[in-house]
């Protein structure tokens, strides 16, 4: 069997002088207003519409310019110009 220890208690309710977080939002410098500030920022830049999106995609193609230019896709258009030609000199043979 265990002992249970007492739980040392004070008769008088101890309250921590903690601000709001009305207070925290009012302090432009806190925490709290910092983390909505960018939120409201993605969601600002994230908010396109499907007309949008599908516009861009378009004037991408039009243009001539791959849509992502990330490492990975590029390394992917290497790979299909590579079979693209194999496929090509097969062909020619």
Not at 13 to 32: G, H, N, T
Not at 39 to 63: G, H, M, N
């Amino acid at each position: 069997m265990t002992r249970i220890k007492k739980k040392r208690t004070s008769p008088k309710p101890i309250f921590l002088d903690v601000p709001r977080r009305s207070e925290k939002l009012a302090d432009p410098d806190s925490y709290e207003s910092r983390k909505r500030r960018n939120l409201e920022q993605k969601k600002k830049s994230k908010s396109k519409s499907v007309y949008e999106k599908a516009r861009e995609a378009e004037q991408a193609k039009e243009s001539g310019q791959p849509q992502r230019n990330t490492p990975l896709a590029e390394k992917i258009r290497r790979l299909k110009k590579a079979e693209e030609a194999r496929q090509n000199a097969s062909d020619e043979e």
